[in-house]
Nanobody, 114 residues
């Protein structure tokens, strides 16, 4: 089992920044993927960014150049630095962990006011 604890969501004005964190604990498989998905009201959950334990990254087109994903493997923690936030970034953001199976965090609300 893997437990994910997220933090860092909140309310911010358009153009502002937020940093999300997600700490994984439990049975961590050394080769894994950690990342973030988001779900806006009335929409499907979508990938935001993902980062493998070997350092490969994947970003959704709408966030490229604005968001940066990073991780601290020693702490099993993944971060999402979100800059130049837009109203359309408003969503519940979910931490994601893929090792021998996938796990999801409880979600953290990000609201960007225009």
């Amino acid at each position: 089992q893997v437990q994910l604890v997220e933090s860092g969501g909140g309310l911010v004005e358009a153009g502002g920044s937020l940093r999300l964190s997600c700490a994984a604990s439990g049975s961590i498989f050394s080769i894994n993927v950690m990342g973030w998905y988001r779900q806006a009201p009335g929409k499907q959950r979508e990938l935001v960014a993902a980062l493998t334990s070997h350092g490969f990254t994947n970003y959704a087109d709408p966030v490229k150049g604005r968001f940066t994903i990073s991780r601290d493997n020693a702490k099993n923690t993944v971060y999402l630095q979100m800059n130049s936030l837009k109203a359309e970034d408003t969503a519940v953001y979910y931490c994601y962990f893929l090792g021998t199976r996938e796990y999801w965090g409880q979600g953290t609300q990000v609201t960007v006011s225009s």
